[in-house]
């Protein structure tokens, strides 16, 4: 993968990490407001993509412990087709973890 982009501006300091290329589109939609269109994940999306640039992210507990630390709500429920296709294409273990902590229904199970 590149190497993250940082800038900043008024309302604070941006990074920019890239994804692979497959995943990119998974779980994103476009969306007009004020005739602007924009590009913008899914709460799903973004918590695959966030999860899956965390270092050090190798057992059930390590995951566990990230999503409590990123206060998920138990009673939200994730995307369970978005969970599926990033866990496939991402390949990383903290993403399927993520996904194994997801009932049927979406739901953390903790």
């Given at each position: 993968m590149k190497r993250p982009r940082e800038f900043e501006n008024?309302?604070?300091t941006?990074?920019?990490r890239a994804v692979?290329?497959?995943v990119y589109p998974i779980g994103?939609?476009?969306?007009?407001e004020a005739?602007?269109?924009f590009l913008i994940a899914s709460p799903t999306k973004a918590l695959c993509d966030r999860i899956a640039l965390e270092p050090r992210m190798r057992s059930l507990r390590d995951v566990r412990r990230w999503a409590q630390l990123m206060r998920l709500d138990p009673e939200v429920d994730l995307d369970i087709e978005v969970l599926d296709?990033?866990?496939e294409l991402y390949r990383r273990p903290a993403v399927r973890l993520l996904r194994s902590l997801a009932g049927?229904?979406?739901r953390i199970v903790w």
């Open positions: 008024r309302f604070g941006f990074r920019f692979p290329q497959q994103v939609e476009r969306v007009v005739e602007i269109p296709a990033c866990a049927q229904d979406g």
